[in-house]
């Protein structure tokens, strides 16, 4: 063989190998994008899941919240409303409870009585993960892992010049559904009661509950409350407010309600 075809021999075995070596090149490139993708992009696609059911509860119970308000305020014996559940429980549960202590101007002996009122209220809640949205008491509350609660729906206090209407909304029943799909919520009204008290000084209120420290900042933003604990032991918060020498009526309106998970 001349020396020429052995140079050109070996120049056309260079740029089959130069060849192998770009697509070697280019399929590892293109195996990387895939790998980057799977990894980051998968994940995001699940935590975008996870957002917009989140969202799509959050939306259910806003409306829930309005439905089951018109029962605790007697506008309506009964609702029923429907929410979505996916891999999530919607359940009637919890312990939480409301606690009002007030000084109550006496007329007739000239003195200053102590009232309480104290109630349980409990939670109707869908849990997903690690998160919880739930109506207690006439508002709706959603609680992230690790973060603080975030309120949905503003609890029905009504403050006016000279009165304050608190809600006490007590929910029986025991019903759990786990799973994916529709589930209906059904509400029946019991028997309400009027508890008023006239000439308030001073009022304190404690509520235990999961979602306590929304609570806590509802009563304190909205109802001008000053607080006086956060028992993260006991999901508590203490409350207080002052009212002399302009004291002040408060109405509270006791809502007892049948709550069925079907």
């Known amino acids: 063989m001349s020396s020429k075809n052995t140079l050109n021999c070996l120049k056309g075995a260079e740029e089959a190998v130069s060849e192998i070596v770009d697509f070697s090149i280019t399929m590892g490139i293109m195996l990387l994008g895939i790998?980057?993708?799977?990894?980051?992009?998968f994940p995001l696609v699940g935590y975008m899941q996870e957002v917009q059911h989140t969202e799509n509860i959050k939306q259910s119970f806003t409306v829930l919240t309005s439905n089951i308000n018109k029962v605790a305020f007697g506008s309506s014996p009964s609702q029923s409303v429907e929410i979505k559940l996916h891999k999530s429980t919607a359940t009637v549960t919890g312990t939480s409870s409301i606690t009002i202590d007030m000084h109550v101007w006496n007329s007739s002996s000239s003195t200053v009585d102590t009232e309480s009122f104290d109630r349980q209220l409990r939670v109707i809640e869908n849990r997903y993960n690690e998160r919880s949205i739930g109506y207690e008491n006439t508002g709706a509350w959603a609680k992230y892992e690790k973060e603080k609660v975030v309120m949905i729906s503003k609890p029905n206090f009504a403050i006016g010049e000279d009165m304050l209407m608190i809600p006490a909304v007590m929910l029986s029943g025991s019903s759990s559904v786990s799973g994916t799909g529709l589930v209906r919520v059904v509400c029946n009204g019991g028997l309400p009661s009027v508890h008023r008290y006239e000439n308030v000084s001073?009022?304190?209120?404690?509520?235990?509950?999961?979602?306590?420290?929304?609570?806590?900042?509802?009563?304190n933003e909205t109802m001008g409350m000053k607080i006086i604990k956060y028992d993260t032991l006991n999901d508590t918060v203490s409350t207080s407010k002052k009212y002399f020498p302009d004291n002040i009526d408060v109405v509270i309106v006791y809502s007892p309600m049948k709550v069925t998970i079907q």
Request: aromatic fraction near 16%.
């Open 35 to 41: 790998a980057i993708i799977a990894i980051a992009g």
């Open 202 to 219: 001073m009022m304190n209120i404690t509520i235990c509950s999961q979602y306590y420290d929304g609570w806590g900042r509802f009563l």
